[in-house]
């Protein structure tokens, strides 16, 4: 019985879940859809679209999505990169103070206000994203507009409305997902206390990853040893690096 909801996205893949919501599936997808961003100003032809990656990290709560960031980090920047280290939410600008208090519980707002604060924490880097990209940074971001989704969708909002406000954001060129059931998860203590550290509430929010998740993203299992994940890590990572520094285009993401 444990099991029942003992669910993760390897797990669903295995046994069919994943292919079994289909037709769901394909209404419900915030697909990653390339489509060409304003016109490129570079002399050299060949070299016109080389640019840093967008790397994106996801997964629930206490997945070890932030070790293993700072790790690749670390290593990335050993091995001489241009990178950087971002997460959302933002908490150093005005709406990311508004949504820590929210998530320290020392402020109440509606789902939807604040669904839309965690959109506009990632607009108001929007412009500054595509700044480092187009310079040449790779960025490492511990959570993006899938987490936006799946954890606004997972207190019961309609999930094309939180999908709305993403659309334009720039698409990841590479989506993380460390692969964890909610109760492995909370089986490792340090739920910091905020808003959304429960584990009913992450059994949702795993749910609707499940939901969310399209066959672009690459899944890690997130119980194995420390060491092995950093190292598949840096290998997807790393191709998808070299693809953008090749020159790859900027797309958006947009809603299928
Ligand atoms: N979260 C995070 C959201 O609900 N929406 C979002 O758009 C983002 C980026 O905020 F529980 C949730 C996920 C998590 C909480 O994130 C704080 P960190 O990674 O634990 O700081
Ligand atoms: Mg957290």
């Known amino acids: 019985m444990r099991y029942a909801c003992n669910f993760t996205i390897s797990k669903a893949l295995k046994f069919g879940v994943v292919a079994a ?111 480092k990209l187009r310079s040449g940074t790779t960025l490492i971001v511990d959570r993006y507009s899938y987490s936006g989704v799946a954890f606004s969708s997972a207190k019961g909002l309609d999930i094309e409305w939180c999908k709305a406000p993403e659309i334009g954001l720039l698409a990841p060129d590479l989506v993380v997902y460390l692969d964890i059931s909610p109760e492995k998860a909370a089986e490792r203590g340090g739920y910091g206390g905020e808003r959304y550290e429960q584990l009913e509430f992450q059994k949702k929010v795993a749910k609707s990853y499940l939901t969310l998740h399209d066959s672009s993203w690459k899944v890690i299992d997130a119980t194995l040893p420390v060491e092995d994940i950093e190292e598949k890590l840096r290998e997807i990572v790393l191709d998808s690096i070299t693809i953008c520094q090749k020159g790859k285009l900027l797309s958006q993401l947009r809603s299928s």
């Open 21 to 131: 919501q289909g037709s769901l599936k394909s209404s419900l997808n915030l697909k990653l859809t390339f489509k060409p961003s304003r016109n490129i100003h570079m002399e050299n032809k060949e070299n016109s679209s080389s640019r840093g990656a967008l790397i994106v990290l996801e997964g629930l709560d206490r997945c070890g999505k932030t070790s293993q960031s700072s790790r690749l980090y670390k290593y990335l920047d050993e091995q001489g990169y241009s990178v950087e280290s971002w997460r959302f939410p933002d908490r150093n600008t005005g709406v990311g103070q508004m949504i820590s208090s929210y998530l320290a519980n020392q402020s109440h707002l509606d789902d939807h206000a604040i669904h839309l604060l965690f959109s506009a924490n990632r607009w108001e880097k929007r412009m500054l994203m595509e700044d």
